[in-house]
């Protein structure tokens, strides 16, 4: 870990990801509240939301030519910077179109920053590095969610909307701007082609990338919206609920990635898809308040088993090739994810048990596609 924490790339991203998943779980906490109470979204109406949110994740390939004017982690910087422009505005306009536009400004930014983030942590680390790098990147965004749920859940007393998104959204711009003036000249990864990369070889990373997209999307559009809408969560509860979330994965998550490095890609993939099943069936049948809060937990845990695709691709990639197929996995990843949320949005007005039935059938592919992993440490 010595040797991992002694460079500049290693506390650069971290900075940039302590930004990035303060100033998400900030605008998550507060949007869904937001929506229903003051401008008053139906279950369609946040389904086109999302479905809108993720455009930018399916052009997350254009990232490849903005790479051609500016480097990859200058461009990590510049994404947070417009990642905290979009969430400041949001309580700005509070409205069924003002709420699209600064989404998909918020999330031009996420989803450029998650694509960089993601490149220059494969380029930079070894395969034994990798995992351990991304699940430290994940607990410290654990440990800084906490902080923000508890600042979201006292300013909720006190600050209107408006005023708590302009506070975190500021402090996002705040930290890109210092990377985008004051990180490291270069990172050490290895010089990346400039154009688009598909190969044959890459196709099970890609398929488990796009069902990965489609499955996240029903947990990250209806599960909270369930616990709001159907259950009647109050915007305390909620924030509490993802305090005691992340405290949990804080200390989960950094054993996940070393489960990843002493079982395999396919162990962990294996015990993340068949423990989905069992959460979506739930979500759609359980009626009781304190197992749903449960299986939100339970959902979120499983859900970092999703570094084992990462690293599957990782141990057979071309290491010249990471920049751009990372890009265009993101693309492959939001395939489904643009079309889910509208789909599912219809489904939810008809009965909302369905999404949750189409959230089990993508886990039960997902589990068959991982059984074809197979890797050899290089």
């Not at 220059?120 to 923000?148: E, K």
């Not at 949990?248 to 990843?260: D, R, S």
């Amino acid at each position: 870990m010595e040797t991992i924490k002694q460079k500049p790339i290693y506390k650069y991203l971290m900075a940039l990801t302590i930004a990035s998943a303060g100033g998400l779980q900030g605008w998550r906490t507060l949007y869904n509240n937001f929506a229903v109470d003051v401008v008053g979204l139906d279950g369609y109406h946040v389904g086109v939301i999302q479905s809108v949110r993720e455009v930018p994740g399916f052009l997350a390939l254009c990232a490849i030519f903005v790479l051609m004017i500016i480097r990859e982690h200058k461009l990590s910087a510049l994404s947070v910077m417009v990642m905290g422009l979009g969430i400041a505005l949001t309580g700005c306009f509070p409205s069924y179109p003002g709420l699209i536009l600064t989404t998909i400004i918020m999330s031009f930014g996420f989803h450029y920053y998650e694509t960089t983030n993601q490149s220059l942590i494969l380029q930079n680390f070894d395969q034994s590095q990798a995992p351990v790098v991304i699940g430290r990147q994940r607990s410290i965004m654990s440990l800084i969610c906490i902080l923000i749920g508890a600042g979201v859940f006292a300013g909720s007393y006190y600050l209107s909307y408006k005023s708590m998104f302009a506070i975190i959204g500021s402090a996002v711009m705040a930290v890109g701007l210092w990377g985008l003036f004051f990180g490291p000249k270069n990172s050490d990864g290895e010089v990346q082609h400039k154009k688009l990369i598909l190969r044959k070889r890459y196709s099970l990373f890609y398929l488990l990338t796009l069902l990965s997209g489609a499955r996240r999307q029903i947990f990250m559009v209806f599960s909270v919206f369930l616990l709001v809408q159907r259950m009647g969560f109050t915007i305390q509860e909620i924030t509490a609920l993802f305090i005691v979330n992340n405290i949990i994965n804080y200390f989960v998550t950094p054993q996940v990635a070393k489960a990843i490095n002493r079982f395999g890609e396919r162990a962990v993939l294996t015990a993340e898809y068949g423990s989905l099943i069992i959460i979506f069936a739930a979500y759609a049948y359980c009626p009781y308040k304190w197992v749903i809060m449960l299986l939100y937990i339970l959902d979120h845990i499983s859900f970092n088993g999703s570094m084992a695709i990462r690293t599957f691709f990782h141990k057979i990639a071309d290491p010249q090739d990471i920049a751009s197929s990372t890009a265009v996995s993101f693309t492959i990843n939001h395939i489904a994810a643009v079309v889910l949320p509208v789909v599912g949005g219809y489904l939810w007005m008809i009965d909302y048990k369905l999404p949750f039935m189409v959230g089990i059938a993508l886990s039960v592919i997902s589990l068959t596609a991982a059984q074809f992993i197979r890797v050899t440490n290089r």
